[in-house]
């Protein structure tokens, strides 16, 4: 069984802070890994992928596979970044898509 | 290229009515994947079509299925429906499947009285 967890429901940082939004997973097998995002009244939209290992908007996140872990960072937030974020997982044949519970960041002015 | 849409937007059923959600995906997409959305669960899998085929079914009882049809257009239905079953249904495709970007519609808001 694939699972997803992401531990903080909420996060605040000030504008220009790290910010640092945790996942782990759980899985067998050698997983893929996304982040998607989603801003106020938008659609949820992929934000980055493991495989492609590029940052976007400044987002950053590495496979730790020692750790099960794909945390998503940013070395300083912007008050745009404020969106909800979901980590989520794909693994082998499974061919779904497991997400976390998602984590809602706001980034205080 | 125009994105996913869902129709329709939002609907208000009683107890014991079933329902049916249409989802169009992207020009050229194949794989077609449903969500039901709720604050207590989050996002969970309901199913995955591709080219008319269900590939993956998530933990779900019998009264959710869906199709899908040559044009890849998609629908899900749920039958004798529950208070339960209030959430925001997303649906998202992709070229191949999970392993792809997906693309998610706006959702469909199903309210149960």
């Known amino acids: 069984a694939q699972r997803v967890t992401q531990p903080e429901k909420l996060l605040s940082v000030f504008k220009g802070a790290p910010v640092e939004l945790k996942c782990n997973y759980s899985y067998s097998g050698s997983p893929e890994l996304f982040w998607y995002v989603q801003y106020s009244r938008q659609r949820l939209q992929l934000l980055l992928r493991?495989?492609s290992r590029e940052s976007i908007k400044g987002f950053t996140a590495d496979l730790n596979k020692g750790e099960t872990s794909f945390h998503l960072k940013k070395p300083f937030a912007q008050e745009e970044d404020s969106a909800m974020y979901y980590c989520a997982l794909s693994g082998g044949s499974a061919r779904q898509l497991t997400f976390g519970s998602g984590t809602q960041l706001t980034v205080l002015p | 290229k125009a994105g996913v849409t869902q129709t329709p937007r939002y609907l208000i059923k009683t107890r014991g009515q079933q329902v049916t959600l249409s989802c169009s995906p992207i020009s050229g997409h194949r794989s077609v994947s449903w969500y039901q959305q709720t604050p207590g669960q989050g996002l969970q899998f309901l199913f995955e079509?591709?080219?008319?085929?269900?590939?993956n079914k998530g933990n779900f009882p019998g009264r959710f299925s869906g199709r899908q049809f040559s044009n890849s257009r998609s629908e899900m239905n749920v039958s004798t429906l529950e208070l339960g079953d209030s959430a925001l249904y997303l649906c998202?495709?992709?070229?191949?499947?999970?392993?792809?970007?997906?693309?998610f519609g706006p959702g469909t808001r199903l309210t149960v009285l």
């Open positions: 493991h495989i």
């Open positions: 079509y591709f080219s008319e085929t269900q590939r």
């Open positions: 998202a495709s992709s070229l191949a499947g999970a392993s792809d970007t997906q693309y």
